[in-house]
């Protein structure tokens, strides 16, 4: 349901873009984001956009990451600029019709593979 490709290794201050197909019922009727998951850290929602298009951002990344849609690809992208080493994580796309679920309790119904995305120093 959610086939996410992009992510790679590079150096601090790189950039990365990281996509996200979704099927076509997915993408037109659920909220769609990015969650990420650290070693030993907490789950953390990264970016996020609502069935009505509102986008929301983690504090950690404003200024440096950007959400958009292809709706004719059925496709979400993460831009990342400016990485840091702290960014590095399994990146995983997600979605839900339940803002909460996948925005605050990060339980979404539908998960991707997952992509590593690793930032040296």
């Known amino acids: 349901q959610l086939v996410e490709s992009g992510g790679g290794s590079v150096q601090a201050g790189g950039s990365l873009r990281l996509s996200c197909v979704a099927s076509e019922n997915i993408y037109r009727r659920y909220s769609m984001g990015w969650i990420r998951q650290a070693p030993g850290k907490k789950r953390e929602g990264v970016a996020l956009?609502?069935?009505?298009?509102?986008?929301d951002y983690a504090d950690s990344v404003k200024g440096r990451f950007s959400i958009s849609q292809d709706n004719a690809k059925n496709t979400l992208y993460l831009q990342m600029d400016s990485l840091k080493p702290e960014d590095t994580a399994m990146y995983y796309c997600?979605?839900?019709?339940?803002?909460?679920?996948?925005?605050?309790?990060?339980?979404?119904?539908?998960w991707g593979q997952g992509t590593q995305v690793t930032v040296s120093s």
């Open positions: 956009i609502d069935s009505d298009g509102n986008i």
């Open positions: 997600a979605a839900d019709r339940a803002y909460t679920d996948l925005w605050i309790r990060l339980t979404p119904d539908y």
